[in-house]
């Protein structure tokens, strides 16, 4: 991912939100969407890539282990 360094009065501006906003330019054309962070932790602390591969995420779900839900609630209404 890639990252943008904004002038003190843009980040002082963007820090003071409470929720999500859309960016536009001077013209009103949406450039994307930005969601502030409470915490304002340092970019090294953040996780911005998934931790695991779309190949290994369908790898995943083809894993099926468990058992059947009416199973499991049947376990509860025995009591």
Known sequence: MHQIIVEA????QLGELEGQVVL???EGRA?????PLHS???VDDLQLEP???IAETEELRK???G???NEILGQFSAD
């Open 24 to 26: 536009c330019d001077a």
């Open 9 to 12: 009065a843009l980040g002082q």
């Open 40 to 42: 304002h932790p340092p």
């Open 51 to 53: 931790p695991l591969s």
């Open 31 to 35: 450039l994307g969407f930005f969601s």
């Open 67 to 69: 058992k059947p839900l």
């Open 63 to 65: 894993v099926r282990t």
